[in-house]
């Protein structure tokens, strides 16, 4: 849960990309940390396998400007793709503010969207969110590549409730900013809790 | 005074262990606390400290053991460096407290005075409450600009 400190004026919000595995989770925050400055970014870990697949998860802190005399800091999480690493994904989802689903374009991995979104809704359930009520913005990526399902297609099938949805190519960059935006602002719309103190 | 403020002043002012290379993060790896030493890279290394955490604790979970986590302690280490965690529960909220250490003569020392570091802590926080708290219900902005948002992300280069 996002944890706003009044006295100082400080706001930490935690956002997990989510998705099937080899979609570009891993490459849409990559892509932030090379195209932010030095004095906005935290160190970037990336736990991975040897095959360079994310083993447990990434992470990039951000240190945004201020709103409204609020100091922002945003965490950036991936979670594994790869289906076996069901476990790991549960962890990273625990108080998470917001997220990010990024979904392979490609005709081929359609399925693999369709099982990761039923995973990620089971996963916010059975962690006392309501999906609907979580802010989650979709990322249709890999649009560069010929054999693509077209955006209504994925919208119709992966977009039920019809959240916010950017096409991208995260290896370029394309509508990589343009996600992380709108999901900040839904997340930042969405803090009302917080200690008073 | 807030949680924040009252562990950096019991760290700061009243603290008389050793501290380097230490600190204290909440149950999602956002940190409370970092020493010095650590500050430049105090948010990752929160986030793993987290991550580690958690990861032990549903590891735990497969051997059937059904303790309080609040009695567990992790510890990587070989015979002079590692990394050792302990728990701390305040105000009924699960925190982890950090330390790095390296070239160590007497690794099994530190540990114990870390765990006193620990109970000294938790006394502190039992003497010095935080400040009565109460939950906001309303959202904290009810709109947010387009230019808004644009100046939050000017950081790009």
Known sequence: MSFVNYHTKEINCKIVYYGPGLGGKTTNIQHVYQRTSAGAKGQMVTLNTENERTLFFDFLPLDLGQIRGYKTRFHLYTVPGQVFYEASRKLILRGVDGIVFVADSQVERMEDNVESLKGLKANLEAQGYEFDKVPIVMQWNKRDLPNTVSTQDLDRKLNEFDFPAFESTATTGEGVFETLKMISKLVLLNIKSGLDN | ?157
């Open chain 2, 1 to 157: 005074m807030n949680l924040n403020s009252l562990i950096a002043d019991y760290f700061e002012n009243k603290c008389e262990f050793d501290i380097s290379m230490t600190t204290v993060v909440r149950a999602d790896g956002i940190v409370v606390y970092s020493s010095k030493d650590l500050r430049p890279k105090a948010a990752s290394i929160g986030a793993l400290v987290g991550g580690v955490w958690q990861a032990a604790e549903a590891l735990n979970t497969h051997s059937g053991v059904e303790e309080k986590v609040t009695d567990y302690r992790f510890s990587f280490d070989k015979a002079d460096s590692g990394i050792y965690i302990l728990p701390v529960l305040i105000e009924g909220s699960s925190y982890y407290m950090a330390t790095l250490y390296s070239d160590t003569f007497n690794p099994a020392l530190l540990k114990r005075n870390f765990r006193l570091l620990k109970e000294d802590i938790e006394t502190f926080l039992s003497i010095n409450k935080v400040t009565k708290t109460h939950l906001r219900k309303e959202f904290l902005f009810k709109n947010i600009t387009d230019e808004e948002m644009d100046n939050l992300f000017a950081f790009g280069r």
